[in-house]
Structures are given as structure tokens and as C-alpha cells.
């Protein structure tokens, strides 16, 4: 089975960095034709999302974040990575990796996501 999984701390302090690594089983994540992503959701609010890194490690970001925003990857470790700076209390969600299909353009597996709170 393929399987993703978000690790990280859950709790960060304001003016910090968010960090948070997703590890992926059962598939390279240089596989054609994936993105790997990160997705968030604050409580009672929709998903946004914050960016990917793709099979040939280009990265991509959306525009609300990605000023604060790094994505990496560490390819003998399958693993890809989030950086998140400046953090706020509104920056608290459940945050989610997951795996996009380029050439579908659609997400098809999910991390069952983290919850992270920024508070002192």
C-alpha cells in the first residue's frame, strides 16, 4: 500500500517556523507524473492549498503563502518537507500532505493530516 504520513511538532510558538515532514511508503517520490503537496484546513474553514514539489523536484506555491513558504524534498529518504515562517494563531489548521496526479490533475491519496496550533 502506498501510504503518507505528516510528523512534526504540534505546537509552535508566533514568529516561529513551521516544520513538518511527510514520508512516503509503497512508492519513489520521483515517480512520473506526481506532485507531491501540502494542504491545510483551520477549523471550521475549507481547504487551502500551499504548495508541491514535483517528480523532478520543481516546487510550486500558492499566492497567499508563498512568501512564507519552502518546500523540499529529500529523495533518499522519500521524504518531502514543509517550512512555514512567520507563523501567526491563524495559521492554526490540520495540516495534510497528499499525493497529485499531474496528469489528472487531481489529488489521489491523502495523509491523514496533523493538527498544529500556534500559541505562546
Known amino acids: 500500500q502506498v501510504q503518507l504520513q505528516e510528523s512534526g511538532p504540534g505546537l509552535v510558538k508566533p514568529s516561529q517556523t513551521l516544520s513538518l515532514t511527510c514520508t512516503v511508503s509503497?512508492?519513489?517520490?520521483?515517480?512520473?507524473?506526481?506532485?507531491w503537496t501540502w494542504v491545510r484546513q483551520p477549523s471550521g474553514k475549507g481547504l487551502e492549498w500551499i504548495g508541491a514539489?514535483?517528480?523532478?523536484?520543481?516546487?510550486y506555491y500558492g499566492p497567499d503563502l508563498q512568501s512564507r513558504t519552502a518546500i523540499s524534498w529529500d529523495t533518499s529518504k522519500n521524504q518531502f518537507t514543509l517550512q512555514l515562517s512567520s507563523v501567526t494563531p491563524e495559521d492554526t489548521a490540520v495540516y495534510y500532505c497528499a499525493r497529485h496526479d499531474g496528469t489528472i490533475n487531481s489529488i489521489v491519496l491523502w495523509g491523514q493530516g496533523t493538527p498544529v496550533t500556534v500559541s505562546s
Open positions: 509503497g512508492d519513489s517520490i520521483t515517480t512520473k507524473y506526481y506532485l
Open positions: 514539489i514535483s517528480f523532478a523536484g520543481s516546487t
